[in-house]
């Protein structure tokens, strides 16, 4: 598949971020920043990297994505929209009763999501067991899974991270939005993760590490990441939480903090500066 | 003669696993016990063996079942769903996936490894999960009969099983609806309700008072989700006093449900054998009587009803 223009789809990452802050603002409630630090990671996969659209919804030879850090569903939501999903309407619609689209993504009601999530460190699991059956089955699906960094605290990311290297899943590419923020602070203060590469490394992972931030990067290292054959891969995406608003940008506090409606249209000029 | 339930879940997944190539099994380093290995054996390359990672497993497994893969799930009682409730809820209940759970070893018929190994939890668990249909078969035909039940259903399905060897209750090749709970004999007095394990004690302590005289209803709930409400609303009304036999915690397991569903439909007089307090270690028998679980103590209290 051709590449995406890297300047438009530097253009659609910004316009995720900005429907993110929108969208959580709109429904008084979410995690803006969560979202600001992983949409170019989620635009790039979703609307670049990925063999997926509505018409190949029932393809079993599809891409498959798994967000794990379910709380950055209002950035997943706004790609999957840009990508035909559903309306754009529904984006405005966010933790709305009788709505499409749940705080947390939700398999059953929102077209494109392939798995439902939202408890922390269970991704990795449900992504190694999409790997397992599609080999099993011959397919050539690639499975792609968003981690958060403060989930690596849980310990069954690292049960899995054992069963991806374990059974071979070379099909399965991992990427963590290593943002350095959890809720109560920094991941190094809270329980600390480095050496994060390392780790990975020694649980027989191929680790590649960039800007997350970076456009260009991720649309190169995400297809050499999928097209690695020895074992599974990780990519450690070096990214700023709440990117794109000077206020917010590295911020703890506004972790699962909407922006206030008479500050929205100066979160907006921020990102597009 | 005693025969042991978890090699009838073996033979039945096994026979599962050759008319459907999408039935996959997992186990965490107890396929042995579980019996899970005889389908490992068979069919290495759908047999996943995840190590002492519970909550993995069953997270593995939910993403398979997403992938249309059908997966059955096994491990001791104690592990899941004790150690795996969010895993249960978020990736296997929540969306309703495909996915058995088939548990072994419940109760503190368990014996002798004790209380940590006593699961006596796991059905008030289940019981609290939306979408979960949940067995709890008590002899060789009814486990085999369920497992090959469940596989008709596309949907999330736990199955208790136990560990020690039991007697056949039902005849070998007779039909059982593994969705219904089974009168094991009629009476009007007073109806016995078991399930699992426990059944057979409250089937040999009704045919004891029987020859007494007395005229006691035996009822097996082999299915506690769907509850097969008729025949205990009919109990009710009929026999108009139950007593409950489980291996399991008095606090939300079968008596409990039982009595959530008298309390809304039929107010009748229940009592409850069952647990209430971590055991010890011993044999399944010993510990059964010093919990009342034993044969005597349910006679005791049934006569305490029938008086």
Known sequence: MAMFDTQKLIEECNEIRKDSIRMTTGAKSGHPSSCMSCTEILGVLILDVMELSPEQAEDPNRDRFVLSKGHAAPAYYSALSRKGFFPREELFRLRDVGAMLQGHPDMKKTPGVEFSTGSLGMGLSVANGMALACRLDGLKSNIFVLLGDGELQEGQIWEAAMTSSHYHLSNLVAIVDRNMLQCDGTTEDIMSLEPLKEKFESFGWKVYELDGHNVEQLQKVLREARDYEASPSIIIAKTIKGKGVPCMEGVCSWHGKPVKDNELKEALRGCDQ | MKLNVRNYYGNALLEIGRDDPNVVAFDADLSNSTKTALFGGEFPERFFNMGICEQDMISTAAGMASCGKRPYVSTFCVFVPGRCFDQIRMCIAYPGLDVKLVSTHGGISVGKDGPSHHAVEDLSIMRTLPNFNIFVPSDPLATYETIKSIHEINGPCFVRLFRDSVERIYEEGSEFDAFSSHVLQ???????????????????????????????RIIDLQSLRPLDERTILDAAKECGKILTVEDHSIYGGMGSTITDLLAQKRPTSVSMLGVDRFAESGRPDELYEKYGLSVNSIIKKSKEMLN
């Open chain 2, 186 to 216: 009629d009476g009007e007095d007073l109806a016995i309700i078991g399930h699992g394990f426990a059944t057979h004690n409250a089937l040999e302590a009704g045919r004891a008072l029987q020859k007494e005289g007395h005229s006691v």
